[in-house]
């Protein structure tokens, strides 16, 4: 066992399954990063991450240690089950995949029964029903996975295993809207907006897949990269077909290899948040793509929006294209 979790920690490390989790932090120093505590709720970053140990502690909850330890304490877990989490000998694709289609199948289907769900899409400016149709919108309700998916056959440990369960058994996703994340034809991984106060951004375990929708746009000459599926979303909208999300702003090695693949021009359209955080990150991002022959721009929106805010709160497809057109290198 012992060996097993160094050579895990080797393979995975902390921070690269944190930002797997889509958890931001902001680098302090040569080997640390502070952040929101994605075990407790607060506002003021106290979740330290330390690369060079590969550990984690949060001043505000007191809690610490290693990747498993993360795992134990954010999943509900033992630690046996936590290590088990990661051994692709445990689950088979075909399992999973297989049990992730019905999970979002069902969110799907939960979707106009609950109108608290669809008042939050319309608050996010999401209500062309062919768009929630495509994407394949859904809503998790809590409380009724379980059943369902067990009536259809699935074991308790299966979806325990991809995560749809927490270790004692009720729904990891709990009053969400839901975007399945597919890979070519198949369900990679689940997005999970809470629609109350609880920990905004969930995905399920394991890799988020590629860039979003990448087949659509991956031939295109300029493509739009933004960081949310709701700024995704809000894009669709307004027109602009040729947009893909890399869900969160550090993208993994597949995401970056795809924008790579061939001659582009890369928009990059992050947050404008007031510690700059996006900012950073596209800025370190284009430099990566320009090393590699990609031509890159950054979007510069106003102030405290993201693209979804910025139409929201009443900017136009031609105000949005003026930004693009404007774009830094
Ligand atoms: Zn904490």
Redesign the pocket.
């Known amino acids: 066992m012992g060996e097993d979790v160094e050579a895990l920690e080797r393979r995975l490390p902390l921070i690269e399954y944190l930002r797997q989790c889509n958890w931001k932090g902001s680098s302090v120093g040569r080997s640390e990063f502070v952040g929101l505590?994605p075990?407790?709720e607060?506002t003021q970053p106290?979740?330290y991450v330390n690369t060079r140990k590969d550990v984690f502690y949060?001043h505000?909850?007191g809690?610490g240690g290693d990747l498993i330890r993360f795992v134990q304490l954010s999943r509900h877990l033992s630690f046996r089950q936590s290590l088990a989490c990661f051994d692709p000998q445990t689950t088979s694709e075909d399992g999973s995949r297989a049990v992730l289609e019905q999970a979002a199948a069902f969110y799907r289907q939960q979707l106009d029964d609950y109108p608290e769900a669809l008042s939050y899409l319309n608050q996010r400016g999401v209500h062309d029903p062919t768009l929630i149709r495509e994407l394949e919108i859904g809503y998790a309700p809590g409380g009724c996975l379980r059943r369902h998916l067990t009536a259809q056959g699935h074991s308790f440990d299966l979806l325990r295993q991809v995560g749809l369960l927490n270790g004692n058994g009720p729904d990891a996703f709990y009053q969400r809207i839901v975007f399945p994340l597919r890979q070519g034809q198949h369900v990679v991984n689940l997005y999970g907006r809470s629609i109350g106060a609880a920990f905004a951004h969930r995905f399920l375990p394991g890799s988020k897949g590629g860039l979003y929708a990448w087949e659509k746009v991956r031939h295109r000459p300029e493509v739009i990269v933004v960081e949310g599926l709701f700024d995704y979303a809000a894009l669709r909208q307004a027109g602009f077909d040729n947009v893909t999300c890399s869900l969160g702003t550090h993208l993994n090695a597949d995401q970056f290899l795809q924008l790579c693949d061939g001659p582009r021009t890369v928009y990059l359209t992050f947050d404008a948040d007031a510690n700059q955080s996006g900012q950073q990150a596209a800025e370190q991002l284009a430099h990566r793509l320009e090393a590699h022959g990609v031509a890159a721009r950054r979007v510069l929106l106003p102030q405290g929006h993201d693209p979804n805010s910025f139409f929201v709160q009443g900017g136009d497809a031609r105000q949005f294209q003026s930004l693009v057109e404007g774009a830094q290198p």
């Open positions: 505590c075990l407790h607060e106290s979740f949060c505000g909850c809690q």
